[in-house]
């Protein structure tokens, strides 16, 4: 099947790189559940968009790791916590793509799934350079000799660049695909969670693109302010769009008169980022009811904030989860912390 907004645009598959990594498209299913609104609780199941490591991450690498390529790129530097999802997914990506990749890390706390993540992404045979905090990373990740160097290709955290995005916009295409086809109805409202922010943004333009009257909120996970600096706000989410849709338009997706805005609910984020909520461990133990794994940083405070949306909704509301089900025992299995940076190994023994 060609991939939707191409078959919507085909004018874009001549100037946008595309590589095609993920399963897609990811099923659409009931959610099921007890309490209010639950009869129109629906998923999307982005965590199954790879056979070995999925979530949401594997649809926006298709478009960047294409356009890294397609530039003769030889290593991908990007940041992350230490139990960044993405610095997981680009990791095992570029491996299978046979290019480098380094990760910057920075603290979150500490739990059986960050763990995990750094293990598989020495897996992977990624480059990790423990940073502490999250402006140290940011720093390194601006001014570091790789910035010398032609063949690098600097990623933003979560794959949040223009490429990424794009990744969503198409992901809006196959979901009106699925609903022309029956698989479910139109939605009045998909939640998902944001953090670097190209999965809210790539919905909000897709779904207009697409000519969907559905609503999208994203749910921060991540801090509003970096310091002085925004980095999870309406304000950067909304400049990430602004790209986004120059770059469509240049390549002859027709320029629309009022772009949506992108709509972030702060209510859900509780004490910072990774560190857990009451509504979102409430929210974790319903969906692992319906057999859907979600985690303390991202999904389960979007779910929890899902919930709350189902009580007043008045028709279908579609979660995207956007967390990786695959079972990766058998890639932790193979790590041997001892190779795991100094530094890392004396946090994570407190
Ligand atoms: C499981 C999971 N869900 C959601 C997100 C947030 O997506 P985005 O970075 O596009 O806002 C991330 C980002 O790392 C993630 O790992």
Known sequence: MSLPLFAAYPALASSIAHQPMALLPTPVEPLGGNGKGFSNAWIKRDDLTHNEYGGNKIRKLEFILAEAVGQGKKRVVTFGAIGTNHGVATSMLCQQQGIACTVFLFDQPISKTVQQNLQLMQHYGAELIYCGSLFSSVFRYYFNQYRLNKE?????AGGSNVAGTIGFVNAAFELKAQIDNGEMPEPELIVCPVGSSST???????????????QVKGIRVAP???????????GTVGALMKKTQQQLE?????????????ELISDYYGEGYGVATRAGEL????????GIKVEQT?????????????AVASGPCLYWHTYNSQDMAEQVEQVENKKMPVELQAFLAG
Not at 300 to 305: D, I, L, P, S, T
């Open 200 to 214: 809210l943004a790539g919905l909000t333009i897709g779904c207009q693109l697409a000519g969907l009257n559905t």
């Open 283 to 290: 929210a974790q133990l319903s969906m692992l009811q319906q």
């Open 250 to 262: 240049a390549a002859g997706v027709e320029p629309k008169e009022k772009w949506k805005k992108p």
């Open 152 to 156: 690098c290709y600097f990623l933003f």
């Open 298 to 310: 991202y999904t389960a405070k979007a779910v929890a904030a899902f919930y709350d949306e189902l």
């Open 224 to 234: 509003a302010f970096l310091g002085p600096f925004p980095a999870c706000t309406t």
